[in-house]
């Protein structure tokens, strides 16, 4: 690995240690036991769901329907609990609704060629219709005591949404870095075409990342609804855009082919880390729309400097060189 390369590698992790050093000096409390156990609870959303959006975004697509993915998920749960009676159906039928939305979301991009971007964000707004519309555009209270405990239970001293965030980290690293799948997955981000004429299954892989994106803001979107007791149709609005912004802080390419679990892990405690402070500072709720928007910002320059890898091609960054002004060649008159 060249230095230069080392380098990029390393980048994301000084930014997070600049940036625990920093708001340890000026937030109150930052480093304290009970605040570093709050603030790793509340990426377990962002943290769950980026690892699959790892994979779809180093496979140059992206997925702006997570958030009303996890919204559905969580009243299907909660609509199915309070009919039935069973925790176990209601789970199922929040996993099967996000499966149902990426299954949508993968054929429609992978068969119909149609552009990621437009189709979930059509989808976006299709199912967190069908959320409020499976809810009566109220929240649905969840009578079952026993499915709290997938929010408020622990093992070994960490809740189980945290383990359910490392379990994700792992099993989707491991998808990336060590299986025939996350190759694929690769070779499709760095170049489809070539890809395709290597004999990779570049339809089936998309569907199935695409499932698979679903299937974790399905499962992220009940534990959410064991989390507040209820299903909630207006929750995670703009969840997706810090769910991308993590992934491009931590190294993972809009342009695809390139991405790291480690990057991810963190960005998302970058992202994690920002919020927590702007809480305890007791920042204002718009002025922290500012910040999360900037950091959004601050990750698209600072993945499109990776790829150029110089600030130069930032095009606006550059005065362009003026031409040099030559004499005009003499023209030679006619004789005679």
């Not at 990779?200 to 979107?221: E, S, Y």
């Not at 507040?228 to 997706?240: D, M, R, V």
């Not at 095009?315 to 008159?333: D, I, N, W, Y």
Request: positive net charge; charged residues 10%; hydrophobic residues 55%.
């Amino acid at each position: 690995m060249t230095s230069s390369a080392l380098l990029r590698r390393l980048a994301p992790l000084a930014a997070l240690l600049v940036l625990v050093f920093a708001l340890s000096l000026f937030v109150p409390d930052f480093l304290g036991p009970r605040n570093l156990r709050g603030l790793l609870l509340s990426v377990t959303l962002v943290g769950t769901i980026a690892a699959t959006m790892m994979l779809v975004l180093a496979m140059r697509e992206v997925d702006l329907s997570v958030g009303s993915t996890v919204a559905l998920s969580g009243v299907l749960a909660a609509v199915v609990i309070a009919n039935s009676g069973s925790v176990l159906l209601g789970v199922v039928a929040g996993l099967l609704g996000g499966a149902a939305v990426g299954f949508v979301n993968g054929v429609v991009v992978a068969r119909l060629q149609v552009n990621s971007l437009i189709v979930t964000l059509a989808m976006m707004e299709i199912v967190r219709g069908l959320a409020f519309l499976a809810s009566g555009g109220e929240s649905v209270a969840i009578p079952a005591e026993r499915f709290y405990e997938l929010g408020s239970g622990a093992f070994l001293g960490l809740n189980y949404p945290i383990w359910v965030m490392l379990c994700s980290f792992a099993l989707f690293g491991f998808v990336l870095n060590r299986t025939v799948f996350g190759r694929n997955i690769l070779a499709i981000g760095g170049n489809p075409e070539a890809a395709r004429l290597a004999g990779v299954p570049v339809t089936r892989v998309r569907i199935l990342v695409f499932v698979a994106q679903g299937l974790v803001a399905g499962l992220a979107g009940i534990i959410l609804a064991a989390r507040i007791t209820s299903g909630q149709p207006n929750t995670s609005i703009g969840l997706e855009l810090a769910v991308i912004s993590a992934c491009v802080l931590g190294g993972v390419s809009l342009a695809g082919g390139v991405g790291t679990i480690a990057g991810v892990v963190i960005g998302v405690l970058i992202m994690g880390a920002a919020q927590n402070a702007l809480n305890l500072l007791n920042v204002p709720t718009f002025y922290q729309y500012v910040v999360r928007g900037g950091i959004l910002l601050v990750a698209v320059i600072i993945d499109r400097m990776r790829q150029t890898g110089t600030l130069g091609s930032l095009g606006f960054l550059v005065r362009p060189r003026a031409p040099t002004s030559q004499p005009a060649p003499k023209r030679e008159e006619p004789h005679g």
